[in-house]
């Protein structure tokens, strides 16, 4: 059983600040930034894009109402939601969540960083993706 799954048979703790029938939210062991929050499904989906519509449309909605109640509790400037997929992406734990960060400074536990690769061919990706 993975270890999400474990928190949510409440074999191993966790600080949850948040639960229904179907999501579960708690906050990160490693705060990235103050009050880093996993949305979780209660079920185990191994990824965002194995979860069913239902679940997806239900956990985003959890997802922004939480991410309303951190930034006004914690005077947050801004916020990440973030989702990992799959190991190259980042994904350490393959049991679907989205991760809220919110954001107090531009420098903090939580960078995000996008660099323009020149190499790629716009017109060749559209081409790729509409056809
Ligand atoms: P990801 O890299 O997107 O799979 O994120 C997994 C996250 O789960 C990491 O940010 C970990 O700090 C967090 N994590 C791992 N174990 C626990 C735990 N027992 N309770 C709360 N968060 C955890
Ligand atoms: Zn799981």
Do not use: W
């Amino acid at each position: 059983m993975c270890i999400f799954c474990k928190i949510i048979n409440h074999e191993i703790p966790s600080y949850t600040i948040y639960e229904d029938e179907t999501i579960i939210a708690f906050l990160d062991i490693a705060q990235a930034t103050y009050g880093h929050t996993l949305v979780v499904p209660k079920k185990h989906y191994d990824t965002l894009l194995d979860c069913p519509e239902d679940v997806l449309c239900h956990m985003m909605k959890v997802t922004q109402m939480l991410t309303k109640q951190i930034m006004e509790k914690t005077q947050a400037k801004g916020f990440n939601i973030l989702n990992n997929g799959y190991e190259i992406a980042g994904q350490v734990i393959m049991h679907a969540h989205m991760h809220i960060l919110p954001r107090y400074e531009e420098k903090e536990g939580f960078v995000i960083e996008m660099h323009e690769n020149k190499d790629i061919d716009l017109a060749q990706v559209q081409e790729l993706l509409t056809h």
